[in-house]
């Protein structure tokens, strides 16, 4: 029983420095992680909307009218420009973060595909203006599928990137009413 007692305590000592030493990093690191992503989304919002700075965010009063979409809502900003939707939908490598623009008319100003782990040259084409200038104009009434020209093999990310503005369409039509 004794040949048992130095080695447990030997790795429970390690597992406790290593854990103490994961904390103090989390401790120090999480600060400027915090920081940068939300300078890189006011930068994004700031693409999107044009013009719309300062942003009010009201996620909270919207994501408490439980508007049911294909796409998740993860943040909404309001300027006197319009509104700024963050959605996150289901793409080929996982969840896809999309800032949507939506002008008073309700029209798409514009979007930005956010951090994503879509595969490089292939879904990752969702981020280049050629794709993503395909949205602007649009509206609620548009059938967004028939307008956008899809990503030769990127199906499942084109797919993601549609239903998350046509879910900030719906969101912003009930907001708006």
Same mark, same amino acid.
């Given at each position: ?13 390690? =597992?406790?420095?290593?854990? !103490? ?6 401790? @120090?690191?999480?600060?400027?992680? /915090?920081? %940068? ?5 006011e930068k994004a919002m700031n693409t999107v909307l044009p013009g719309g700075a300062p942003f009010t965010d009201i996620s909270e009063k919207v994501m408490n009218l439980n508007i049911n ?16 939707? =963050?959605?996150?939908?289901? !793409? ?6 999309? @800032?949507?623009?939506?002008?008073? /008319?309700? %029209? ?48 499942? =990310? ?20």
């Amino acid at each position: 029983m004794k040949k048992y007692i130095a080695p447990v305590l030997s790795l429970f000592l390690i =597992t406790l420095c290593v854990v !103490g030493l994961l904390a103090l990093t989390n401790r @120090f690191t999480k600060g400027p992680i /915090e920081a %940068k992503e939300k300078e890189e989304a006011e930068k994004a919002m700031n693409t999107v909307l044009p013009g719309g700075a300062p942003f009010t965010d009201i996620s909270e009063k919207v994501m408490n009218l439980n508007i049911n979409t294909k796409a998740k809502l993860k943040g909404v900003s309001k300027s006197d420009k319009g509104y700024v939707f =963050t959605m996150v939908a289901k !793409g080929y490598g996982g969840e896809m973060v999309v @800032f949507v623009g939506i002008n008073n /008319e309700g %029209k798409v100003e514009n979007i930005v595909i956010g951090d994503n782990d879509e595969t490089p040259n292939i879904g990752k084409n969702a981020e280049l203006p050629e794709f993503t200038s395909q949205f602007t104009g649009l509206t609620m009434q548009d059938n967004i599928p028939d307008k956008i020209d899809y990503i030769t093999r990127a199906t499942v =990310t084109t797919d993601a990137v549609i239903s998350a503005v046509g879910s900030a369409l719906a969101i912003h039509a009930e907001v708006v009413k």
